[in-house]
């Protein structure tokens, strides 16, 4: 399944009350590194149906970016139960995206 884009607006029903564990990716699209992340988040969104993927847009939602106290980006949160889990600031890869979320 790919990457679901969040906002204000679906990021409780999407996110908080997910009943599998949910990656966000936050980023910008000005970002290089993010740029770089990105096709390897949605890599992880494809091939992974046991948890879901969603991608925050820390431009056009800075209050979510707030909230989650990003302040680097690429920023990836993983959240179980409505719970900030772990937390990887950086570009990582896919092997280590997938021991994130376990």
Do not use: R
């Not at 204000?8 to 992340?37: I, R, T, Y």
């Amino acid at each position: 399944m790919a990457a679901i884009f969040v906002s204000n607006e679906n990021f409780e029903s999407e996110v908080l009350k997910s009943d599998v564990p949910v990656l966000v990716d936050f980023w910008a699209p000005w970002c290089g590194p993010c740029q770089m992340l990105g096709p390897i988040v949605e890599d992880v969104a494809e091939e992974n149906t046991d948890i879901k993927v969603c991608k925050i847009n820390i431009d056009e939602n800075p209050d979510l970016a707030m909230q989650f106290k990003i302040m680097s980006i690429p920023t990836l949160v993983v959240f179980k139960n409505g719970e900030v889990y772990k937390k990887s600031v950086g570009v990582i890869s896919k092997s280590e995206i997938l021991e994130l979320v376990k």
